[in-house]
């Protein structure tokens, strides 16, 4: 088959998928905890970016007491499924894995629904979700499942170091990747022989209970993987605070991740806090560009999933000298892409995730305009029918502001990118790491010197040169870990990378002497 017969195919599972979503939306859902539904007295209806009056689904309101119930029934969970030897539970998160792909189309639509993403973007959650189990049940193998034999201790003994669960963890995922964000730390979790509290956004919890079927049908035991919905104030809270959890995995911005960091550090004994958060994130386009490939992985990284990627390029610093050109093509072709419903197949821009996002970015074109800065493209919220029913807005580039402009350095999450004048590669370095943030950052250049000095000095834990499919963004398991320094990441080491599995288990140094061989 060439690509344009699998692009053809892949268009018509997806349309038939979206018509059976279609019967099945606005039902009522329950919660998961111990393998058994769970109904509260309070729902919430989760409504569709892409058109509020449809109804995705009505989902529980949770509370602290259901989070109670759901770390008891995980602790309860715990010893069978830390216990059993690791090639098993590899076996069951395989299945998972091959879940996430046979329903892949369904699971893009419910995507889609939930966060507003476009066709690729969907089934590019649904693949990476996947990938990232497969990717970490393979890690566990290499590693022979983390037992490593140390020098002997002497004495005819024996020393090994093996790497074991620390129990219960808590997952709280973030709405922007509902599937992937939620599969690869819950993944990482339980093939660490850890049982796990699953908490969605509130934003997308249709995603969250699909997650929660593929895991029982990939053969996850019962309490094994609760699936707990409702606000952060009141679940995650609780999360937070329960005494049971042994571990906390959060993905989501910097405020609420330092709450979470902060609030662990306040406890008698120590866990494990793993916050992956938001970025701010640079590209610098140097004279030597190619400025095509400039453009194109500018507009993919900036606008891509509406901006809403915390790998989002939010602002460029470009060379004086070319400055002009690359400004003007960037424009036009950000003029042409395709904004509305997400659902249909050759729109390229959805809605933004609710009513608060479009707040944000209405404010900082207010500001960028109110402080001196020209808007290039873009500015408008959407507002003819039909778009006026969901969240649209234009991609926006923002230029003519001083470097030094808050919209430098605060994280928005909204399609709108400022660029800044650069008079060298050292004062693009400097600017560039002028932020709390450390997550991507990309440089177009043709000169290898310049981008060995990037890499060599640019703050970010995950660094591109010349990727015009993205020049910030599009890590992937196994191939392109994906981890934040400074405010972006509290460990230093990436998801999808060889060093993330490791931060499941803890360390026992185990030895072992042969009692005949002991002197007397
Ligand atoms: P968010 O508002 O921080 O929410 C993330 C999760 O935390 C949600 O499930 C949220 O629940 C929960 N939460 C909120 N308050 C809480 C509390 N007090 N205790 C415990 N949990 C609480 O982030 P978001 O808007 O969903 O996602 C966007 C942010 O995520 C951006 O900053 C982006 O850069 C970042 N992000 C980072 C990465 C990365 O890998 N570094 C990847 C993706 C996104 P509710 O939804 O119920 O409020
Ligand atoms: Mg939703």
């Known amino acids: ?164 669960p620390y129990g219960v963890w808590a997952v709280i995922a973030p709405f922007n990747f509902p599937l992937a964000l939620a599969t690869g730390p819950s993944a990482a979790a339980l093939i660490a ?86 970025g701010k994130n640079p590209t610098v386009v140097m004279p030597s560009a190619h400025l095509d490939k400039a453009v194109e992985g500018v ?24 400055r002009e050109r690359f400004v003007d093509l960037l424009a036009k072709k950000t003029a042409s892409v395709k904004i509305g419903n997400p659902l249909d197949r050759d729109v390229w821009l959805g809605p933004l995730i609710n009513e608060a996002a479009v707040k944000t970015y209405e404010r900082a074109v207010r500001q960028a305009v109110e402080d001196g800065g020209r808007i290039l493209i873009g500015g408008h919220r959407l507002t003819d029918d039909p778009l006026c029913h969901g969240f649209y807005v234009e991609p926006t580039i923002i230029d003519r502001l001083p470097n030094t402009h808050p919209l430098f350095s605060e994280e928005l999450f909204v399609p709108i990118v400022v660029i800044g004048d650069v008079a060298s590669l050292t004062e693009a370095i400097e600017l560039a790491n002028r932020t709390e943030y450390g997550l991507t950052a990309g440089i177009f250049s043709e000169d290898p010197e310049e981008i060995d000095c990037f890499f060599d000095h640019v703050e970010a834990g995950v660094v591109y040169a010349n990727r015009s499919a993205g020049i910030t963004t599009g890590a992937w398991p196994g191939v392109n870990p994906f981890g934040g320094w400074k405010a972006s990441g509290s460990t230093g080491r990436g998801s999808g990378g060889p060093y993330y599995l490791q931060q499941f288990m803890r360390e026992q140094s185990q030895v072992r002497v042969n009692l005949s061989c002991q002197k007397e």
């Open 299 to 322: 507009l993919r990284s900036a606008f891509g999933a509406q901006g809403q990627k915390c790998s989002a390029c939010s602002r460029v610093y470009v060379a004086c000298d070319i």
């Open 193 to 278: 022989g850890n049982t796990v509290v699953f908490k969605p956004a509130s934003d997308t919890p249709f995603v969250g209970l699909k997650l929660y079927e593929m895991m029982v049908e990939g053969g996850v035991p019962r309490g094994a993987f609760n699936l707990v919905t409702g606000s952060g104030s009141t679940v995650g809270q609780e999360l937070v605070e329960n005494g049971g959890i042994d571990g906390i995995v959060f993905t989501g911005s910097k405020e609420v991740g330092m709450h979470l960091a902060r609030s662990s550090a306040l406890r008698t004994t120590p866990r494990p806090v793993i916050t992956e958060m938001g």
């Open 1 to 164: 088959m060439n690509v344009s017969q699998d692009m053809a195919g892949f268009h018509a599972a997806y349309d038939r998928a979206i018509g059976t979503m279609r019967k099945t939306l606005g039902r009522h859902h329950p919660m998961f905890i111990d393998g058994q539904s769970v109904w509260t007295r309070e729902e919430t209806i989760d409504r569709s970016p892409i058109d509020t009056r449809v109804q995705v689904g009505s989902f529980q309101k949770g509370a602290a007491d259901h989070v109670r119930d759901a770390v008891i029934a995980a602790r309860r969970a715990s010893p069978e499924w830390s216990g059993r030897p690791w090639p098993e539970r590899i076996a069951v998160m395989r299945r998972v894995a091959q879940a996430l792909r046979t329903h892949r189309f369904e699971l893009a639509v419910a995507i889609a629904y939930d966060a507003g993403k476009n066709r690729l973007e969907c089934a590019g959650d649904v693949e990476e979700s996947a990938d990232f189990v497969d990717y970490y049940c393979s890690q566990m193998e290499q590693n022979q499942g983390f037992l490593k034999e140390m020098q002997s201790p002497g004495e005819g003994g024996i020393s090994h170091s093996k790497l074991r």
